[in-house]
C-alpha cells in the first residue's frame, strides 16, 4: 500500500529557530501534497496544498512567511517553520495524494515544541 | 463556507455497536472519508464514500446520503482498542483529486 513517511517524528526547539520537517512518499508519485496543523484536543487543520514544481497554496490565516514550502520532487515535500515561538507548538503532519478518487495517505506527523 | 459536524464524544459498551453521525455542508463534494486517530498518531483510513449507500469493510461500515448531506460510520462488536478519535472529512471542490476538510473529530471511549 501507499507509504508516506514524514521526518523528524520529534523535534525540541529553541524559540526564534528554524525547523525543517519532510515528507516523501515512497512508493508512489505525489504531486500534491498537504500539510496539516493539530492542536491538542482538536482536529485537523490544513495549512497548506503543496504542489510539484510551483508554489504551494496557504490557508487563510496561514503566514506563507513563516511556513515556507518546497515542493521539489514528486515525491518530496518540505516544511520549514521559521522564527519559531512557543504558540507554534504542534502536531504537524503531511498528507499525500496518488491516484484520483482514493484517499489521502498520510505521514506519521511531527511533534514540534518551541521552548 | 465549509462546515462539518460531528459529536464531540461518545461513550459505547466492548461488544455492542456504536454509529458515529457526520453532517456536512461544503462548496462541491467528491467524496467523504472516515479515518481513525489514536492520541499522538496519524489518522489512518478506514473507509470512503463517493456515491449514496453502504459500504462495508469488516466491522466497520460507512453510510452516504449526498442530499442530506450525512453520513455515519458504524462500528460492530466493539473492541478497547477501537477507544480512539474518528475523523470525518470531505473532499470539496470539483475535482476527485484535492484537499480533504476534516470534522472535530468524534472522542470514542469504549469501556468494559
Known amino acids: 500500500g501507499a507509504v508516506v513517511s514524514q521526518h523528524p517524528s520529534r523535534v525540541i526547539c529553541k524559540s526564534g529557530t528554524s525547523v525543517k520537517i519532510e515528507c516523501r512518499s515512497l512508493?508512489?508519485?505525489?504531486?500534491?501534497m498537504f500539510w496539516y496543523r493539530q492542536f491538542p484536543k482538536q482536529s485537523l487543520m490544513l495549512m497548506a496544498t503543496?504542489?510539484?514544481?510551483?508554489?504551494?497554496?496557504?490557508e487563510q490565516g496561514v503566514e506563507k512567511d513563516k511556513f515556507l514550502i518546497n515542493h521539489a520532487s514528486l515525491t518530496l515535500s518540505t516544511l520549514t517553520v521559521t522564527s519559531a515561538h512557543p504558540e507554534d507548538s504542534s502536531f504537524y503532519i503531511c498528507?499525500?495524494?496518488?491516484?484520483?478518487?482514493?484517499?489521502?495517505?498520510f505521514g506519521n506527523g511531527t511533534r514540534l515544541t518551541v521552548t | 463556507g465549509q462546515n462539518i459536524d460531528q459529536p464531540t464524544e461518545m461513550t459505547a459498551t466492548e461488544g455492542a455497536i456504536v454509529q458515529i453521525n457526520c453532517t456536512y455542508q461544503?462548496?462541491?463534494?467528491?467524496?467523504l472519508f472516515w479515518y481513525q486517530q489514536h492520541a499522538g498518531e496519524a489518522p489512518t483510513f478506514l473507509s470512503y464514500n463517493v456515491l449514496d449507500g453502504l459500504e462495508e469493510k469488516g466491522r466497520f461500515s460507512s453510510f452516504l446520503s449526498r442530499s442530506k448531506g450525512y453520513s455515519y460510520l458504524l462500528l460492530k462488536e466493539l473492541q478497547m482498542k477501537d477507544s480512539a478519535s474518528y475523523l470525518c472529512?470531505?473532499?470539496?471542490?470539483?475535482?476527485?483529486?484535492?484537499?480533504?476538510?476534516f470534522g472535530q473529530g468524534t472522542t470514542l471511549q469504549v469501556k468494559p
Open positions: 498528507s499525500a495524494e496518488g491516484v484520483p478518487d482514493s484517499p489521502l495517505h
Open positions: 512508493d508512489f508519485q505525489a504531486t500534491t
Open positions: 472529512a470531505v473532499r470539496a471542490g470539483s475535482s476527485n483529486t484535492g484537499k480533504l476538510i
Open positions: 461544503t462548496s462541491g463534494f467528491n467524496g
Open positions: 503543496s504542489n510539484e514544481g510551483s508554489k504551494a497554496t496557504y
